[in-house]
């Protein structure tokens, strides 16, 4: 029998998330390189549905872990749940999305099983028989290629945006679903989670905004946002921060990009002062294109800017405001 | 509540970052700092040992150089601290630095233990989860807002995409704590002469040696990312590169 890929996808709110999808490509990327099954699973309770959903796509097997106890989402649940599906169903490797769902339960798992999970990969090398895991380190300023020194099952996230939901291969036919029912004894689930909610009404929604200039720790003071303001009016875009700048109260909530904030797409993102750590560069890599001013030249963020100025931006921003005002006058 | 928080140091956010000669991690000569969201885990543990009274206890691992993070969170008020003091612990794995901590706490008796929710090095986001696991605790990561009641404690986790979520749990536990959760202090000048005072127990890597074992997973190669992108670089004064810019603007871009 060949080893097997497990890919647990991801249910939220009656919708698999779209990072499900990407890791499932991952999964069909590894199959291919490595001979070995590829299955998926869902986790949760009356799941069946989602489970029909994912065999659709190129996998050998869908299961559908299924338990009452497994909704509302616990990590007590999901990791014991995943726990006794493994111990009868041995995978050599587990992908799972690097959502904060994951991040809360899969080193629990991993350390239950006396395994270890290789986090927030953005992908993987094959160097003869060894798998490689690539993950950022320091921010996104280094990488690491990382191998596991322990025995199977290898748990392993894959992070928002490193594969392509898009590209998922679909199959000749639908994979064939099995419910495996799983035991949770009474008193293993501590936690008591309550109702899911968002916080405010959400005023501002970035993720349809043409332009977008944002500001990160290099603004310095809250006084200096006007800048960042002036320009955006200038370009007649919206103005966006990284995390510090909203966890200072410098900026609302709602205009933060990132894991915790909006993920956005314009045509333009203009980067002021954001280094470009990995938490917001998840949010807004997907712009078409990128303009970054930092004075560090060595920040993550020149490594995905397509048009980059290492500087003040205090030096840099002034003049710019002026000519681009100056070419929407000429115009 | 008797609170422990886990802190680490890491290299400042603006310090660049020279490759060791074999290619698998650092060179030490680099300015440290204390890893973000442990600041802000260590602020809650104080804030909450204002409200309803306890201790806070910090903890690190790693070279001498680590005990300036202790130094400074006893400063702003933590009562005493815990070094595992060793350079070897700097290479250990998420599963063996939680059961270092594990094997270095065995005889204390904490209600939480709070750990910033990824360290800015590694960036694994697991080692407070391990913990809680290895001491048989529950946990909740990325924690907005704790308040104490009969019961346990109610936690506000934060999820994704603006969304969040309150949790009740029953204590002990492990809270992983973001960034911005509060508002740090600064330490005092009475606070760090206070600070000398504290205890501060070091412990060695030969004490805690027969909790750990091999790392699990292996950094085998660490290097400067690949560009995928092609960047074109704007020089000039100011004044030439926001001339440039506009034109990127208007003929490439195409959004003037």
Redesign the interface.
Known sequence: MSDTILVVVEQREGKLSRVSWETITAGQALAADTGWTLEAAVVGSGVAGFAGEVAGKKLAKVYAIESPKLEPYT??AF?AALKQFLSSHPAKLVLMPH???V??????L???MG??????CIGYKK?GDKL?FT????????????????DAPWFVTFQNGAYRADKVEAGASAAPVETVNVEIADGVV??????????AK?AVDLTQA??IVAVGRGIKEQKNIDIAKQLADA?GGDLAAS??I??SGWLP??RQIG?????VAP??YLALGI?GA?QHIVGMKGA??I?AVNK?A?API??????????NLF??V???I???K???AG? | MKILVCMKQV?Q??A??K?NESGTW?REDVSYEVNEPDAFALEESLRQKEKHGGEVVVITSGPARAQQVLREALAKGADRAIHLEDNAFVGL???NT?RAFAAAIKDEQFDLIFTGLQS????????G??L???LGW?????IMHIEKNDAGIRVKR?????????????LPAVLTI???INKLRYATLIGIKQAKNKPLRKVTLAEVQSAIG????????????Q?????????GP??E???K??D???N??R??
């Open positions: 990590p007590d990791a959502t904060y769902q991040r809360d339960f899969i080193p629990k991993a350390t239950a395994r270890t999970a290789i986090s927030d160097d490689l993950r950022q380190m320091f921010q996104g300023k280094l990488a690491a290629d990382v191998s596991f020194t322990s501590r936690n008591k989670p309550q109702e899911v909610f968002k916080e959400q043409e332009i370009l995390r510090p909203c966890d909530m709602d894991s915790s904030g909006q993920t045509k333009l280094s990995i078409r294109t303009i560090d060595e020149f490594e995905i800017a397509d048009f980059a100025v290492v500087g030096d840099i002034p003049p710019l002026e000519e681009v100056k070419a929407k115009t | 290299p956010k603006d660049p970052l490759l650092i794995d998420a599963f939680a800015d090095d590694y960036g694994y986001a697991q080692t989860v391990v809680a696991e290895l529950p946990h909740a990561t990325i934060e999820l994704e995409a603006g969304y969040f979520q309150y949790v009740d749990m029953p973001q960034s911005g091999a790392n699990l997973q292996k950094i085998e190669r660490l290097y400067v990312p560009k995928t992108k092609n960047t074109e670089f704007l020089e100011p004044a590169v926001a001339k810019l506009v990127k603007l208007r490439e871009v959004v003037l």
